[in-house]
T-cell receptor, first 106, second 120 residues
Framework: DAKTTQPNSMESNEEEPVHLPCNHS???????IHWYRQLPSQGPEYVIH???SNVNNRMASLAIAEDRKSSTLILHRATLRDAAVYYC???????FGKGTRLHILP | GAVVSQHPSWVICKSGTSVKIECRSL??????MFWYRQFPKQSLMLMAT?????????EQGVEKDKFLINHASLTLSTLTVTSAHPEDSSFYIC????????????????FGPGTRLTVL
């Protein structure tokens, strides 16, 4: 399984964009990059995933580096509901690291 | 779409009793389901992988005789915590992987809301 590195925590102001970075330098060529988030006392929620190209959905965008050793989850306009722990998970086996705890300031 | 439910959402039991937790995929068939455990302020830990019609695969350090997993159909997996003790108190979360046959075209997993187990 690829090792990931994410900041322990980040802060952002409400209604501003948020860029959550993830390093996964040991990712293999066929591994998808998944992002999940977990709100307090809930199960994880799928956010987005990609392989090589940048991806957009209604929740977020995923920017993947050309060498695939890093990716960035982009929340275009953060709301208080986006406060959660965000996990970057490369590979087909969903193994959770420590993630990034995102705080949204009103 | 892609909804996974768990039942019960919380349970309190006495030490030494067994507790069964159900995980259902409501709108897709799940060839593979996963069980995780999460202690307070920690990340989720994968316990086992459950494949429909075959034995579960347990992660290292997880006792298979204590955590019995049954994946009897493509929409239901159960986790039974046998002879539960206070140290088994945790948040148990399942996820379902539809596989390509599920029509979602990815290896994305969808998670249930979790079951909080408290053993007195």
């Amino acid at each position: 399984d690829a090792k990931t590195t994410q900041p322990n925590s980040m802060e952002s102001n409400e209604e501003e964009p948020v860029h959550l970075p993830c390093n996964h330098s040991t990712i293999s060529g066929t591994d998808y990059i998944h992002w999940y988030r977990q709100l307090p006392s809930q199960g994880p929620e799928y956010v987005i995933h990609g392989l090589t190209s940048n991806v957009n959905n209604r929740m977020a965008s995923l920017a993947i580096a050309e060498d695939r050793k890093s990716s960035t989850l982009i929340l275009h306009r953060a709301t208080l509901r986006d406060a959660a722990v965000y996990y970057c998970i490369p590979g087909d086996k969903i193994i959770f690291g420590k993630g990034t705890r995102l705080h949204i300031l009103p | 779409g892609a909804v996974v439910s768990q039942h019960p959402s919380w349970v309190i039991c006495k030490s030494g009793t067994s507790v069964k937790i159900e995980c259902r995929s409501l709108d897709f068939q799940a060839t593979t389901m996963f069980w995780y455990r999460q202690f307070p302020k920690q990340s989720l830990m994968l316990m086992a992988t459950s494949n429909e019609g075959s034995k579960a695969t347990y992660e290292q350090g997880v006792e298979k005789d204590k955590f019995l997993i049954n994946h009897a159909s493509l929409t239901l997996s159960t986790l039974t915590v046998t002879s539960a003790h206070p140290e088994d108190s945790s948040f148990y979360i399942c996820s379902a992987h539809p596989g390509l046959a599920g029509g979602l075209g990815t290896d994305t997993q969808y998670f249930g809301p979790g079951t909080r187990l408290t053993v007195l």
